[in-house]
């Protein structure tokens, strides 16, 4: 079942329920939709048993956060010549749900073409607001760097990657590290070094925060992630806050930014954002893997690519391996 039916059919059995208590809080639709994205919605390709056994994998490591949630897991290829190129992955879940294990057969498919993937949780909001995951993200890396040679991690060639809510938070903490003066604006500060980030990897995420809640035209949909996005901020007015305003990379990239692969599906998602987000960084001379499709080839729905039976998600990998690749040369 998709995620947009599982959303009409779960959230209008509860709707009447938290209406009202929805008025004062975001934390009962919070509850809805993390519990719909308990599940996920990954599909394995056929052959995963054999990938998964070129692999190996630490899991729930403790970075030790000041914040809740504070585990990431590492997947690695059993045969290793070499410090390997490095993701690090924020997951997605409308920034109110969603876990690292969602990520975790598309890690051990990315894994096992030569790379190490690191699956980072966060604490969710609304228990924690912005800019607490981009906070987190600081912690992850200086796990990263204390233990790189421990998993066998080339820092030198890091990409950050994100799906779904978890591509708005990677796509901006890429922008606080290549830009100085937008890193201010945040009032945080670069952890990494820009001329060791080799690409970002974005996948179905709402580039234009304030307009988190158009996914659907459908109002029970709005409803859900007009407090989803409420949840974040930490705002009831979060559209017009300045948080959510900076935190809109259709608004801020920066020149400055690195190679991204760009991708969503073409129904219920976010195309147009990352559509957009695409034309600006060509516009600024940044090289920009795009891979969409139109509804006349598939109707593909949010979180496509992790759906390894659709012809669609397979070519999307393909393309996802060859900018690896281009991007590690």
Same mark, same amino acid.
């Given at each position: 079942m998709s995620l947009l039916k599982k959303i009409l059919i779960t959230g209008a059995s509860l709707l009447a329920i938290i209406s009202a208590y929805s008025y004062f809080s975001p934390k009962p639709a919070s509850m809805v939709i993390k519990q719909l994205f308990k599940e996920g919605v990954a599909v394995p390709p056929d052959d995963?048993?054999?990938i998964k056994a070129q692999t190996m994998s630490f899991d729930n490591l403790n970075y030790t956060s000041k914040y809740e949630d504070g585990q990431l897991d590492i997947v690695v290829p059993k045969e290793q010549?070499?410090?390997?190129p490095t993701?690090?992955?924020v997951h997605g879940g409308a920034y109110v749900g969603g876990d690292k294990k969602d990520i975790?057969?598309?890690a051990t498919q990315v894994a096992a073409k030569g790379y190490a993937v690191i699956n980072m949780n966060y604490e969710l909001a609304p228990s924690a607001t912005y800019p607490t995951p981009l906070k987190q993200m600081d912690e992850v890396y200086a796990y990263m760097k204390k233990y790189a040679q421990k998993y066998n991690l080339n820092l030198d060639q890091l990409f950050i990657a994100g799906d779904s809510a978890g591509a708005q938070i990677a796509g901006q903490y890429i922008n606080i590290q290549v830009d100085a003066d937008y890193a201010r604006k945040v009032d945080l500060q670069a952890a990494i070094p820009a001329n060791t980030l080799r690409g970002a990897l974005l996948f179905c995420g709402p580039y234009d925060l304030s307009a988190l809640d158009s996914l659907s035209s459908n109002r029970l949909i709005s409803?859900?992630?007009q407090r989803a996005g409420w949840a974040y901020i930490g705002e009831r007015d979060w @559209?017009?806050?300045p948080s959510t305003q900076l935190a809109s990379l259709t608004d801020t990239i920066s020149k400055n930014y690195i190679p991204t692969f760009i991708t969503d599906g073409n129904t219920g998602s976010f195309e147009e954002h990352g559509v957009k987000l695409a034309q600006i960084l060509t516009s600024y001379d940044v090289p920009v893997t795009r891979v969409f499709y139109p509804t006349s080839e598939a109707s593909l729905g949010h979180e496509y690519q992790f759906m390894m039976d659709?012809? @669609?998600a397979k070519q999307t990998f393909n393309e996802l391996e060859q900018f690896l690749k281009t991007q590690t040369n």
């Open positions: 995963y048993e054999k010549s070499k410090p390997l993701i690090l992955w975790t057969e598309y409803f859900f992630m @559209q017009n806050s659709l012809p @669609q």
